[in-house]
């Protein structure tokens, strides 16, 4: 209330700009006011600009706007380059942070049950979020993840539980917000299209012991990945089993291999490969999303831990990555392995590359798989 | 990740600059990089500059800066202006959000123990921040919450409980983000200066099922106070006890008036005033912080009210106010009525005035006087 009156104070006679308008259509209009700006754009993740920039036109009053194309229901992140620098939008509140880069996001829905839909919230049942501190034995420290609790969660009914891991860079506070997996949860349990599961996000780089403003080193802005360069006791792989202990400790889990799944993204993913044939017989579903997961050729102890893995049946092996995707040949490499082995696997591709929107779909599709039988 | 690549493409050449940078003095120094711009200011809540801007100088890379004196322990807030329009700055993705406003924060801490270090994350044990949905009857409607458990929280012992409410504009999120709650319950458990206790923070707008971003009006950009003309079925006071009853049954706490406190700022503070007199024999321990608490003169049921209330004898009823805060005559009218009927009550008395360093001085003494006799 304070820096809101302060900030009236300041911007004197500034109009109130409403940006973004999400139209009817489905069209997006951006409005920003600036009347001694040069070139006002709009960058974002939206198909109709990809890696380009949307110029804005200067209007009367100062107020630069532009609109979109029709656009397809989705979330979608974007920001303003004012004369050359990068700015989030000063009318819209809504931000995701991505390591140290935040953006705004808005959330262009047509209908009940579309993709933008299943990210927004809605009058459904809403599970509980929870940023809680676990001790890790193995690296020594306190750290922090995030635990989603389904709607029926009271403590008495076990309910099966899915860790959910981020990729390079990000941290335990990723999917529940670039990744929108509460929302997605929520949604996907009231429609009866998932099992009502416990889900697990943790923190996937051993350096820190939380995200950044939460963690141990202050207000420090991380460099991109400056804080993996700070060296920890034990990998994520080597100390996960201190999460799956201290959960199945203090929460009302379904204490066995039916009632575990993992999944992550990017280096999540590789975190996802390794976690599965380095302990073949915790959990039934796994879930390697653009997977930075790189087989080992020639190595008789990785073929023999490939070997008990599958000889274990796990319910379901499930590989998902976007036709661009800069792991592709990675993900590809890894595949002709199992093929080689006959070790049985679903595969799954679409299209677009290494980005959230792809990541939040195979949360969608994963989530939907697990658990059932 | 995907979007960083994306705003490093974007950017091109410019320079990585760090900002703010706080120097062994307490001084800070801002830099923001625009080669373009004509004039570049920094406005914050510091002492020493209060209402008004501290100009930027630039230097020949095309990045502005400016330092300011040493400033004392404290979590500050701050943004830029660039040619007369208000921005994030673009080097500190530490932001927090008051209402629809966005600004970005640092914390000055010269020692273990001052103020700064009181709103850092140290190495103590932490507390658990949930968010949650719990159902009100009276509002006939969910509605989002905070709760915070001790780091001793078990499912076992029972803890006492503190209400902690907002004020107008705000919502579930405030006294966590803007007030660093968690932070401060954390340090103060940690240093034996603060019982355990729960923390629930409620959205003091019936309106509103939750905060901007989580409540089902969707992305919706709030106006100020907008949504508190959306209407409810029943106002926060009358439908206060819905969450009592529901903290009750779903956390182990002690289910007395002896373990309960509420305490608030502003509206919130006019919440605790309200609640103080209508529920007279629910609450051990009442804090209005900056009230927005009216007596009612000539009004022989809010007499009784009041007779019933301190015939019961609270253990504490506490009213802190900063010498220049707006609410100061309402606030000496309240004292001065108490005053009339020998009601007692401490009062603390500060510098400054509206604002939210007030209000987490004030949590930080009314979360020691609590639960200690």
Known sequence: MAMQSFAQQQLGQRPRVTSP????????????????????????????????????????????????????????????????????????????????????????????????????????????LSRVWYD????????????????????????????????????????????????????LIAQGKAVPMIVVMPNGNPPCDAAPGWWHAGM???????????????????????????????????????????????????????????YPQTFDYYGLQSAAGRVKRNDAQFDQQMATLFASKPKLYWIAIGKEDFLMQMNTELRQYLDEHHYPYEYYENDGGHIWRNWRIYLTLFAQKIFKD
Chains 1, 2 share one sequence.
């Open 21 to 128: 308008v999400i139209n009817t259509d489905g069209s997006v209009t951006f409005n920003f006011y600036d009347p001694t700006a040069q070139k006002v754009s709009v960058s974002g993740d939206f198909e109709e600009i990809r890696n380009r920039r949307l110029e804005m036109q200067k209007g009367e009053n100062g107020v630069w706007s532009v609109t979109t194309q029709p656009l397809n229901p989705e979330l979608y992140s974007y920001s303003i380059s004012v004369d050359g620098q990068r700015f989030i939008d000063p009318a819209n509140s809504y931000v995701n942070r991505d390591i140290s880069t935040l953006s705004n996001i808005f959330i262009v829905s047509k209908e009940q049950g579309d993709k933008g839909s299943l990210y927004a919230v809605n009058d459904v049942p809403h599970g509980t």
């Open 136 to 187: 890790s034995p193995t690296l020594g420290t306190q750290r922090r993840m995030t635990v989603y609790l389904p709607p029926t969660y009271d403590g008495k009914k076990a309910f099966p539980v899915l860790y959910l891991l981020h990729g390079h860079g990000g941290d335990e506070t990723a999917w529940g917000d670039l990744g929108r997996a509460s929302q997605i949860l929520d949604n």
């Open 220 to 278: 420090y802005v991380p460099d991109g990945n400056a804080f993996n360069q700070l060296g920890a006791k034990a990998s994520m792989e080597e100390s996960f089993m201190d999460i799956v202990n201290w959960v199945d400790k203090h929460y009302k889990t379904i204490k066995k291999r039916s009632g575990r799944a993992v999944t992550g993204l990017s280096m999540g993913g590789g975190h996802t490969f390794g976690i599965s044939y380095r």
